[in-house]
Every structure is written in C-alpha cells, then in structure tokens.
C-alpha cells in the first residue's frame, strides 16, 4: 500500500479530527467507528464505501458488514464529528448501495442515528438524498429487519428514516428524534423546551416513535443484538432455534391482572423483549420463545384500564402483528378485555379506524395465530382480538373466559329486567349468565378449540405450534391490501 493511500485512509479513520471526537465524548457519546465496534462481533467489521466522500474530508457516515452471534449483518453509523453527520448526496448513496446489497444477501440492516440533520450547502440535494433512503428503506420493508439505534440528535428528515423501520431503539443519555427543533418549537409555543423535553427517548417512547427506550449507548447495542435474536436474517427464512426449557413446565398460575405475569411463565427460560413498553400500556407486545422457537405475544392487559381497546393500543398492536407476519413469526394472542374504550365525539372516529387496522392486521397474516381466552373478551373487543372467525388456527380457553356481547352485570339489567322487578336476585343472574357465556360455551358453539388449565397453557401452545410448522395458505392475487390506515 503506498503512502499517499495510507495517509488518506488514516485521515478518513479520524473522521472530523480530534478535537470534534474529543467533544463527542465530552457530550457523552462514542464515535461512530466506537459505535461499531462495540455493536458487532469483536473484530468482524469490513467497512464499505470507505473513500466514498468529498476528497477534503471524510464522510459523514460510515457503512459496511459484520457479523452479531455469527450472523452477516449490514450497519451504517452516522458520524457526527464530520459536519455534525449531516446528510448529503455522497453519504446517502453510501447507505441507499448498503440497503441494496442488504436485499441481495438477506440479511439485516443496523443503522446508527446521530445527525443534526440535512447539508444545508447542499440544497435540493440534501432533501433528495433523504428521501432516495426513505425510498429504499420502504422497499427493502418487510424483506429484511431494520432496526434503529438513536444515539444523538434526529432531526427533520433524519427523524423519518427511523420511523420507517421495524424496531427504533433510542438511548435516553444521548439520543432525540424531532421534526422542529427546541428553540422553534419554544419560540411558537413560548415555552422553554429542551430537546430532550421534546423528543428525547421518555417522550418517544411514551408516544409510541420508539420502540424500546434504554439509558446508554452500551445497552441500546445489546439490545439490538437481543431483539435481532428473535428475528431471521430475511423473510425467506425461520428465526434462529434456541435451546428450550421445559416444555412440560406448568405455570403456576390460574388468572391474572397483569398479563406480564402470565407472559413471563409461557416464555422460555422467563425471557421475553417488550416493544413499546410505555405506548398504550392496556396493550402488551412482546417477542419471545416457546419450545425453542421465535413467537410474538399479544395480550390486553388489565392492570392497565382493564385492558380496553383504545386507538393506540389497537395500532400498537396492528403494527406487531404485521412484523411476525413479515419475518415468520407466529402471534399467540392472549385475550383479557373489558372491550373498547368509551367513546367519546372526538375519539370515535379514531376508535373506529384503529379497530379496523386491527382487525386487518389479524386477517391478513398467514403466519401460525393461536389465541388464549383468559378471561373477559367482551363486545367487538372479541371480534378484533384473534378470534377464530377473523384468522386464528387454534383458541383455547381457560375456565375464566367469559365472552359476551357486553359485561354480565349490564346484559342481566336488560334481558332479566322483570325478574329483577320481582325481587330476583341480581348476583345470581350474573353468574348464571356468566356460565351460559363461559368457557364451556365457547367451546359448544365453535368459538374455542378447547377449555384447557391455565397451568398446561406452555404446553398447548407448544404443541399447537408444532402442529402448525406446515401451515399454508393461498391467497388470492393482488398487489396488496388496503390497510384501513
């Protein structure tokens, strides 16, 4: 290698130099090369595009491969020592040929997010750069996982990327995602915001804009590792195999209030990965394993408005169901609900449209679907959680489900109504009505599969998802359906 090249190469290795890399870690924050390292295998990192830059400087983002627990993964590192990584022509031609050489291969993209936001020096050009890799993260949606880490400012167009993708990961120390910076925003609203107080990874994860919010950059890499071990390479291919506890295991449970508890016992080994954790929190979503093999749970939960179905929590949900169904994942439903929110003028609309992404949401997957009745699945709630009717393979029932039109005590008001004149006692015709709409009624009219102990749920699902491993459908031509957004 001559001179001349090596000394070029260094020079792109110190990225804005050591004064800007000194000040990004004074901020707090690694380097993108840092980034890197620390995310993939030890070592396994061949950078791509290297020289790919304007001659006098190096580029603002770095892209290339490795591997994570020996699986070929692409990555792309925003770095904001150079021009605060602002995004240009150069740069998204960088990321737009690593998205296509990720579609070739099959396998992931990893993208880490740390940018101030478009090279205004470049005009149009920065604004076409942007959308050339919204574009081609939209293309590549659905064929490979993509996963977002933000690990600094994402600002304007740099905020829309991440939100394209499968799973947007956001370090609260370090990282935010707005479309208007603070000092706008503050100057409309006449409040002093901070960018945190406006995007940072609370406020975002809160609002639904990223998926998983941890404190530090260390454990937004190994959550990214964790989350992409659920996931297959591409869409052509199962999630990895891992070793399986017991699959005899009883739970040691009978009914819940929060359906963590009864997540955490199905799941292999206790261990499961929350998406939007913090986003309508009535709705849990959550990727695991059972028997050894990759799942995603969805399940009301009552310990939070009793598990109702609010607008976000459908979309939350609806969004879920489509990733396992992209990446081969089957979607176990667990179904706890006192039904839909109260609607209100202002919230029907939305209330409507929400239910109906998740109803399409459930009748469009092909993937393996088998849903727990757990308890009360009540009104439309029933319809849009699973149901046989709409898509699921297999429905067990636990000796708690109650399914209904509307709860108990208001069916008896209406349909007993004299006998409540005449003195009958209102306790025992709920419960009366509560054994007609039962487990075992579910079952008599088709609705469920079977009444199972809760104790042997691990078990059933378990058996059922292998029962299903030849699961096919045929589905009609079209391009595709037209989700009720």
């Given at each position: 290698?001559?001179v001349?090249?090596n000394?070029?190469?260094q020079k792109?290795l110190?990225?804005g130099?050591?004064?800007r890399?000194?000040?990004?870690h004074?901020?707090?924050?690694?380097t993108?090369r840092?980034?890197?390292?620390?995310?993939?295998?030890?070592g396994s990192?061949?950078e791509?595009g290297?020289?790919t830059?304007?001659?006098e400087s190096a580029?603002s983002v770095?892209?290339?491969y490795?591997?994570?627990d020996?699986?070929?993964?692409?990555?792309?590192?925003?770095d904001?020592?150079?021009k605060?990584?602002?995004?240009?022509?150069?740069?998204a031609?960088?990321?737009v040929?690593?998205m296509e050489l990720?579609?070739?291969?099959?396998?992931p993209?990893?993208?880490?997010c740390?940018?101030?936001?478009?090279?205004?020096?470049q005009?149009?050009?920065a604004l076409?750069?942007y959308?050339s890799?919204?574009k081609?993260?939209?293309?590549?949606s659905?064929?490979?996982?993509?996963?977002?880490l933000?690990?600094?400012?994402?600002?304007?167009?740099?905020?829309?990327?991440?939100?394209?993708?499968d799973?947007t990961i956001?370090?609260?120390?370090?990282?935010?995602?707005?479309?208007?910076g603070?000092?706008?925003?503050?100057?409309?609203?006449?409040?002093n915001?901070?960018?945190?107080?406006?995007g940072?990874g609370k406020?975002?994860?809160e609002?639904?804009?990223?998926?998983i919010?941890?404190?530090t950059e260390?454990?937004?890499?190994a959550m990214?590792r964790?989350?992409l071990?659920?996931?297959?390479?591409?869409?052509q291919e199962?999630?990895p195999?891992?070793?399986s506890?017991d699959?005899?295991?009883?739970?040691?449970?009978?009914?819940?209030?929060?359906?963590?508890?009864?997540?955490?016992?199905i799941?292999?080994?206790n261990?499961?990965?929350?998406l939007?954790?913090?986003?309508?929190p009535?709705?849990?979503?959550?990727?695991a394993?059972?028997?050894?093999?990759?799942?995603?749970?969805?399940?009301?939960?009552?310990a939070?408005y009793d598990g109702?179905?609010?607008?976000?929590a459908?979309k939350?949900?609806a969004?879920?169901?489509r990733l396992?169904?992209c990446?081969?994942?089957?979607?176990?439903?667990?179904?706890?609900t006192a039904g839909q929110?109260?609607?209100?003028p202002e919230?029907n609309?939305?209330?409507?449209?929400?239910a109906a992404q998740l109803?399409?949401a459930?009748?469009?997957?092909v993937?393996?679907k088998?849903?727990?009745?757990?308890?009360?699945?009540?009104?439309?709630?029933?319809s849009a959680m699973?149901s046989?009717?709409?898509g699921?393979d297999?429905?067990?029932?636990?000796p708690t489900?109650?399914v209904?039109?509307?709860?108990?005590?208001?069916?008896v008001?209406i349909?007993?109504k004299q006998e409540?004149k005449?003195?009958?006692?209102?306790s025992?015709l709920?419960?009366?009505?509560?054994?007609?709409?039962?487990?075992?009624?579910?079952c008599?009219?088709?609705?469920?599969d079977?009444?199972?102990?809760?104790?042997?749920?691990?078990?059933m699902i378990?058996?059922?998802?292998?029962?299903?491993?030849?699961?096919?459908?045929?589905?009609?031509?079209?391009k595709?359906?037209n989700?009720?957004?």
């Open positions: 290698m001559s001349e090249l000394e070029r190469r792109l110190a990225g130099g050591k004064d890399v000194a000040r990004q004074e901020a707090g924050k690694m993108a840092e980034r890197v390292a620390k995310l993939l295998d030890e990192f061949v791509v290297a020289f830059a304007a001659k580029s770095i892209t290339g490795g591997v994570i020996e699986r070929p993964v692409y990555v792309y590192a925003q904001f020592t150079v605060g990584g602002a995004m240009g022509a150069a740069a031609a960088k990321i040929r690593l990720a579609q070739k291969t099959g396998a993209v990893i993208a880490m740390d940018s101030a936001g478009a090279d205004l020096a005009g149009v050009e076409n750069a959308a890799i919204m081609e993260t939209a293309s590549i659905g064929v490979v996982p993509q996963i977002s933000i690990l600094g400012p994402c600002a304007g167009g740099a905020a829309f990327v991440p939100a394209l993708t799973v956001v370090a609260d120390k370090v990282g935010q995602m707005f479309v208007t603070p000092q706008v925003v503050s100057a409309r609203t006449g409040k915001l901070t960018a945190k107080d406006l940072g406020k975002l994860s609002s639904g804009a990223a998926s919010c941890v404190d260390e454990e937004a890499f990214a964790k989350v071990s659920f996931l297959p390479s591409n869409n199962d999630a195999l891992a070793m506890d699959l005899n295991r009883m739970l040691d449970i009978d009914t819940y209030h929060d359906a963590h508890d009864a997540i955490v016992r799941a292999d080994f261990d499961y990965v929350e939007s954790k913090d986003f309508a009535n709705m849990i979503t959550a990727l394993r059972v028997g050894g093999r990759c799942v995603g749970i969805v399940a009301n939960n009552p939070s109702v179905l609010c607008a976000s459908c939350k949900a969004r879920f169901i396992c169904d990446f081969n994942l089957p979607v176990i439903t667990l179904v706890n929110n109260t609607v209100t919230n609309a939305a209330a409507i449209s929400s109803i399409f459930y009748a469009e997957a993937v393996p088998v849903s727990i009745l757990c308890g009360d699945a009540i009104g439309a709630a029933y699973g046989k009717a709409n699921a297999i429905v067990f029932a636990w489900a109650f209904a039109p509307i709860n108990a005590e208001a069916a008001r349909l007993n409540i005449d003195g009958a006692d209102i025992e709920v419960e009366a009505y509560k054994e007609a709409n039962g487990a075992v009624a579910t008599e009219a088709g609705v469920a079977d009444v199972i102990e809760p104790a042997a749920t691990r078990q378990a058996a059922a998802l292998e029962m299903l491993l030849g699961k096919r459908e045929v589905l009609l031509p079209r595709h359906g989700l009720p957004l």
